[in-house]
């Protein structure tokens, strides 16, 4: 009995051991101050009267461009088929994604007039993520959550991931986006004439 | 005897009939990658899905989005009760569930919650659980229920109005359904209306809250049905877990 006791001790003692995080250690208290600044920001932006639709969505997308790692989003959106892609196919996919990103997110934050945000209760963190859970509330709709995913991976805390009510946005984008390839006959250049199109609308 | 379905099953039950009509090609076994993501994405269905899907957003743009926006007119306290009134219809069969998947202190939440907005909500009207004890919705269904006893999710469906959605949580429907206090008073002309009103009712109410996930999705989607798919099947897994929700979220369509 005492041996098997011990045996676990042993056992959690090599795991305490083996979930040290080795490397790009994110601090969540840190994190989590990064999200509550850039979170003031753009709700700041937003709900800022003095500024007209397009001033606004403006400003909100120059608070994303700061704060979300795009390259590392984009990388991690065209997956497996960023390395079927030639450097010249990478180059285009990475700058159309920049511009689609942004003006999505800016698009949408921009009409969430008279948002608040707190920060949630809990904060946790994966090997080399933090992940920092914040509650969203606008006038005349039920509050959600939006869990922000933090990485310091280029030294400096940035977003790389929105959750809405655990739904992961580059989850269901990497899907969309292998889904268009595919149709495409596997071609990336699918995926980059159709994000063309979309970015002439 | 049996009762008239209502429309909804009907859509449910051609969809599973026309499952036979269009099958997806598999990758070659050559490709790895793509075959694993084949099995992760589970549509076999997908070009008839996609089909269906074309025939909801016809319907959707044709009738539901145009009835949403009228009924967005509605102050939002007044969609709210509405909400609040489907999700105090829905108290038994969530509490069913809750009963079912061993969570106690759940059902307890369900039951006080169903107590408290019955009588001082004024029948449901009010959501004073929340709002005065701090109790907030949650919601349990019996495809939930399959998920928690190991029962995987079956290929993924498009069924119009009813929406994306895999065969075990289409059958944790009929279950649902059967187990809907509605059900238990028999049939005739009343209850079939009442069911009526109550089904068009959570449509309207569940694209209510969506409203602006689908316009945004419809605008800036490259491939809408992709990542419809995609989006529930993560949301469907974050409720299974109860990771979802803070305060309201409409009952699994």
Redesign the interface.
């Known amino acids: 009995m005492l041996l098997l006791i011990r045996r676990d001790f042993a056992v959690l003692g090599l795991a305490l051991l083996c979930t040290q995080p080795s490397h790009a250690q994110v601090d969540t208290a840190r994190a989590a101050q990064f999200i509550q600044s850039a979170g003031d920001e753009l709700v700041a932006a937003i709900n800022n009267p003095g500024l007209n639709a397009a001033a606004r969505q403006e400003r909100v997308a120059s608070i994303l461009r700061r704060s979300v790692d795009v390259e590392t989003v984009g990388r991690f959106v065209l997956g497996r088929f960023w390395r079927v892609a030639t450097p010249a196919e990478q180059q285009d996919y990475l700058r159309l994604f920049e511009a689609s990103l942004i003006r999505n997110l800016a698009g949408r934050f921009g009409e969430y007039q008279g948002v608040r945000f707190s920060l949630g209760r809990s904060q946790s963190r994966t090997e080399d993520d933090a992940l920092v859970s914040t509650i969203v509330t606008r006038p005349g709709s039920n509050p959600f959550n939006l869990d922000w995913r933090v990485t310091e991976s280029s030294g400096q805390p940035k977003i790389v991931d929105l959750i809405a009510e655990g739904t992961s946005l580059r989850l269901t984008q990497r899907s969309e986006y292998a889904s268009v390839i595919q149709r495409g006959g596997g071609q990336v250049a699918a995926l980059l004439s159709a994000m063309r199109a979309q970015s002439a609308r | 005897m049996l009762r008239p379905l209502p429309a909804i099953h009907f859509f449910a039950i051609a969809a599973l009939v026309s499952l036979l009509a269009g099958c997806a090609t598999p990758p070659p076994a050559s490709d790895p990658?793509?075959l694993a993501?084949y099995r992760a994405?589970n549509d076999p269905a997908e070009p008839f899905n996609r089909a269906m899907f074309d025939v909801h957003q016809a319907i959707d743009s044709a009738i539901l989005r145009p009835i949403n926006i009228a009924y967005r007119w509605l102050p939002?306290p007044v969609r709210?009760s509405v909400s609040s009134v489907l999700s105090n219809i829905r108290t038994p069969v969530v509490l069913l569930n809750d009963m079912l998947q061993g969570e106690p202190v759940r059902a307890g939440d369900t039951l006080g919650r169903f107590f408290i907005n019955t009588t001082l909500g004024l029948g449901g009207f009010f959501d004073v659980a929340e709002t005065h004890f701090g109790v907030p919705v949650h919601y349990e269904d019996f495809g939930q229920t399959l998920a928690t006893f190991g029962v995987g999710e079956g290929p993924f469906l498009f069924v119009p109005i009813l929406g994306p959605i895999n065969l075990r949580d289409l059958a944790g429907q009929g279950v649902d359904t059967a187990a809907q206090p509605l059900t238990w008073f028999g049939q005739g002309l009343t209850v079939n209306i009442l069911s009526g009103v109550r089904a068009g009712a959570v449509v309207l109410d569940n694209r209510d809250?969506y409203f602006?996930v689908i316009d945004?999705m419809n605008?800036?989607?490259?491939?809408p049905?992709?990542?419809l798919?995609?989006?529930r099947r993560?949301?469907r897994?974050?409720?299974i877990a109860n990771?979802?929700?803070?305060?309201?979220?409409p009952p699994s369509r």
């Open positions: 990658e793509a993501e994405t939002s709210n809250y602006d945004d605008r800036t989607s490259l491939d049905y992709a990542a798919r995609n989006a993560q949301a897994a974050a409720a990771r979802d929700a803070v305060g309201h979220q």
